[in-house]
Nanobody, 126 residues
Framework: QVHLVESGGGLVQAGGSLRLSCAAS????????TGWFRQTPGKEREFVAS????????YYADSVKGRFTISRDNANNTQYLQMNNLKPDDTAVFYC???????????????????WGQGTQVTVSS
């Protein structure tokens, strides 16, 4: 099992920045890739960004390209999401996710991930 805990959410004005963190514990050697998703009430969980364990393959949703940066610190089993130039449309609960080794890797599909954090609220005011 892998346990994920997000932190760093909060309230920020439009144009501001936040940095989300996701700490992994447990059988972290099982992880192939991690990602960030977000969800607003009544909508499906939306892909934001993903990164494989070695950091060589990174994907972003078009809506966040140029504004968000995903990174990871494997020594501390932590991934980050630096969010700059935030917009009110970015308001959501952000979730950290991890995919185990093995199987097909579809970075943008929530169903492809095996473990999820509890989520952290990000609110961007206009």
């Amino acid at each position: 099992q892998v346990h994920l805990v997000e932190s760093g959410g909060g309230l920020v004005q439009a144009g501001g920045s936040l940095r989300l963190s996701c700490a992994a514990s447990g059988r972290t050697y099982m992880i192939y890739a991690t990602g960030w998703f977000r969800q607003t009430p009544g909508k499906e969980r939306e892909f934001v960004a993903s990164i494989n364990w070695v950091g060589s393959t990174i994907y972003y949703a078009d809506s966040v390209k140029g504004r968000f940066t995903i990174s990871r610190d494997n020594a501390n089993n932590t991934q980050y999401l630096q969010m700059n130039n935030l917009k009110p449309d970015d308001t959501a609960v952000f979730y950290c996710a991890a995919k185990s080794k093995g199987g097909i890797y579809n970075a943008k599909s929530p169903g492809n991930y095996d473990y999820w954090g509890q989520g952290t609220q990000v609110t961007v005011s206009s």
